[in-house]
């Protein structure tokens, strides 16, 4: 630099400058950030539009209330959508009973030591194992020792363990956030302490543990992977039985029927795919939206 | 006691030892709810079990150098069967790789702007909308990742030079998915810096940018490292995406253009087969399942072990 431009005009517009362009720079990071936020969401709206125009063409009521096909134009998710809402229903009802009942001992009950550490430390850890190895636990034990078979119920409690530790983790944080004085005051009038969680902790818990279970359930009817190892089916050709013989039938689901048309390489088994994943996405989308409107009830309490 | 001090005091102290505080099942309720926690140290057990019990069937046929061998292929399915494992591995790796690329910084600046620009309104709005990302099930981004991503988009737009089945489409499929676990774990990260600091910065007359990549950023350091580690362990958790999207063809390669197969694609290939239980082709399901497994672990502890210490450098 020479010296004329070290004057302290000189020196302070150049130090405007900066400013000006340090300020620029910031105004304009506002946008690129929010962009970026916004282009994973992009991608997965063009994507829908992309795969609602493949599927809409096959999706009518005869798609949802028909048997799978050789024929693509005659194929329908009716197993699919059956063998789901089974296999989920149950799944809750093995798995819910449970976590609540861990959340309580380990908020409630447990000892303050390290074996409630260990506790938790091991259910975050669940929570992180994939669902491949559930599906290898599930055909080892379930499907194998216990001799079910790819039924139903090897399947229920294959997902059941699947999303344990997610509704142990949401079920803990719902129960912790329960103000103490509730359980003081419980306690103070003289109830047990089964009492005070049965009759104070639990009702003011619902609401979040009912998010997290909607959240779950939406969890457990997209998986694919776990099923594919315990050996559920892809194609059946009728309804799922509601008897408790039923339970020990083979099954199918959307996520599998998906599946199978999509290894499939005619290209109308592949709107066949679209118009399954569409069905998919709407339940998929209306259980996180409900879970949200749960949430929002708790929030507004 | 004060209360025993007038007539009326005893009574009542004498009532009150006398009154059953439990009742009876009270303590048979309490091991229920213990037999519930329980159950999931049991599943752990069970998991460990059961992939090692079959996985050391598999080493009493195929010796441990042969299976971390880099010099040998992975050809378990077809004779001359060899299972040198590093070509899933590095399959693996190969998606991680490209997966992070594309989710990282989407996955950083969507932190960014949630935690340091967005009023709360728009926060309230938008993360659920981004979490939903991560809720959309894996066999629909699969069905994604081969129809449109790679066979209506990469196809036409690299011609020759890129697989049908290849590595790039299933990983910007795991970058989209993945992007939530890391825009919404650092997000808490960044959330929790406290705002003494944010203040000092503005103080010095620093701009938003500057305070969010300068200060805050490096403060939430440990929480992005652990959202990082989590969103690791998801990837090579994958199977639908993978399986459908990359192909079945193990290699040692780190492209983006050529199809692989990843530990869990190779997983997911065994159990549509045949194998017969007892035969290598089996045995191999749970060798692989338990490196799996033993990589989450380590990634997942790793995570817990980060994030403990960030809570403990600001609380």
């Known amino acids: 630099m020479s010296a004329s431009e070290s004057t302290p005009e000189a020196v302070g517009l150049r130090a405007e400058g900066r400013v000006a362009r340090r300020q620029a720079w910031s105004r304009a990071s506002r946008w690129i950030l929010l962009g970026a936020t916004l282009l994973g969401l992009v991608v997965l709206v063009v994507l829908g539009i992309d795969n609602a125009i493949t599927g809409i063409p096959a999706l009518d009521w005869d798609f949802l209330v028909s048997y799978p096909?050789?024929?693509?134009?005659?194929?329908?998710?009716?197993?699919?959508?059956?063998?789901?809402?089974?296999?989920?229903?149950?799944?809750?009802?093995?798995?819910?009973?449970?976590?609540?009942?861990?959340?309580?001992?380990?908020?409630?009950?447990?000892?303050?030591?390290?074996?409630?550490?260990?506790?938790?430390?091991?259910?975050?850890?669940?929570?992180?194992?994939?669902?491949?190895?559930?599906?290898?636990?599930?055909?080892?034990?379930?499907?194998?020792?216990?001799?079910?078979?790819?039924?139903?119920?090897?399947?229920?409690?294959?997902?059941?363990?699947?999303?344990?530790?997610?509704?142990?983790?949401?079920?803990?944080?719902?129960?912790?956030?329960?103000?103490?004085?509730?359980?003081?005051?419980?306690?103070?009038?003289?109830?047990?302490?089964?009492?005070?969680?049965?009759?104070?902790?639990?009702?003011?818990?619902?609401?979040?543990?009912?998010?997290?279970?909607?959240?779950?359930?939406?969890?457990?009817?997209?998986?694919?992977?776990?099923?594919?190892?315990?050996?559920?089916?892809?194609?059946?050709?009728?309804?799922?039985?509601?008897?408790?013989?039923?339970?020990?039938?083979?099954?199918?689901?959307?996520?599998?029927?998906?599946?199978?048309?999509?290894?499939?390489?005619?290209?109308?088994?592949?709107?066949?795919?679209?118009?399954?994943?569409?069905?998919?996405?709407?339940?998929?989308?209306?259980?996180?939206?409900?879970?949200?409107?749960?949430?929002?009830?708790?929030?507004r309490n | 006691m004060a209360l025993a001090n007038s007539p009326e005091g005893a009574d009542l102290a004498r009532a009150l030892r006398k009154r059953p505080f439990r009742r009876p099942g009270e303590n048979l309720i309490q091991v229920a709810l213990l037999l519930c926690a329980v159950v999931s140290i049991a599943t752990t057990f069970a998991i460990i079990y059961v992939l090692f019990s079959d996985a050391i069937g598999f080493f009493r046929e195929v010796s441990f150098w042969h299976f971390f061998n880099p010099g040998n292929e992975w050809q378990a399915l077809i004779d001359p069967r060899t299972f040198g494992v590093w070509e899933l591995v590095v399959g693996t790796v190969n998606v991680t790789l490209w997966s992070m690329v594309i989710a990282l910084p989407l996955g950083l600046a969507a932190a960014i702007y949630l935690s340091e620009y967005a009023h709360a309104q728009t926060r309230r709005f938008l993360k659920p909308l981004l979490e939903l990302l991560a809720g959309v099930p894996t066999v629909v981004y699969a069905y994604f990742a081969l129809t449109f991503i790679s066979d209506d988009i990469l196809l036409p737009l690299l011609g020759g030079r890129i697989s049908f089945f290849n590595s790039l489409s299933a990983s910007i499929m795991l970058g989209v998915m993945i992007l939530p676990i890391i825009a919404s774990v650092s997000e808490d990260a960044m959330a929790s810096v406290p705002r003494d600091l944010r203040e000092a910065a503005y103080g010095l007359g620093a701009t938003r940018l500057e305070v969010a990549f300068r200060v805050v950023f490096p403060a939430a350091i440990s929480g992005i490292v652990a959202a990082v580690l989590l969103a690791i362990a998801r990837v090579i958790g994958e199977t639908m995406i993978v399986a459908v999207a990359a192909g079945s063809n193990p290699s040692l390669s780190f492209s983006p253009l050529e199809t692989i197969q990843t530990m869990t694609g190779f997983m997911l290939q065994v159990a549509l087969g045949d194998a017969a239980r007892g035969t290598t082709d089996y045995t191999s399901l749970f060798a692989v399942g338990a490196l799996l497994f033993l990589m989450t672990f380590v990634l997942n502890v790793g995570a817990q072990i980060v994030v403990r210490r960030f809570r403990e450098a600001y609380e």
């Open chain 1, 69 to 299: 096909s050789r024929k693509a134009e005659l194929a329908g998710i009716r197993p699919g959508i059956l063998g789901l809402i089974w296999v989920l229903a149950l799944t809750v009802i093995l798995a819910i009973p449970l976590a609540v009942g861990a959340a309580i001992w380990m908020e409630e009950f447990a000892p303050r030591n390290a074996i409630l550490t260990t506790v938790r430390l091991n259910i975050a850890n669940l929570a992180g194992v994939p669902s491949i190895i559930y599906g290898i636990l599930g055909l080892a034990v379930f499907v194998r020792l216990m001799e079910l078979g790819p039924s139903i119920l090897a399947g229920a409690l294959t997902l059941a363990l699947m999303i344990l530790p997610m509704t142990v983790i949401t079920s803990v944080e719902a129960i912790s956030q329960v103000p103490p004085s509730i359980r003081e005051g419980s306690l103070a009038l003289g109830a047990t302490r089964w009492q005070t969680v049965w009759n104070h902790v639990l009702p003011g818990a619902m609401p979040g543990i009912l998010t997290g279970t909607i959240l779950a359930v939406a969890r457990a009817a997209g998986e694919t992977a776990a099923l594919i190892v315990i050996g559920a089916a892809a194609f059946i050709a009728a309804d799922p039985s509601l008897s408790f013989a039923g339970l020990l039938d083979s099954f199918t689901t959307l996520p599998m029927q998906v599946y199978s048309w999509t290894l499939q390489t005619k290209p109308e088994f592949r709107a066949n795919a679209a118009a399954g994943i569409i069905v998919l996405m709407i339940a998929v989308i209306g259980l996180n939206a409900l879970a949200l409107v749960v949430r929002d009830r708790l929030r």
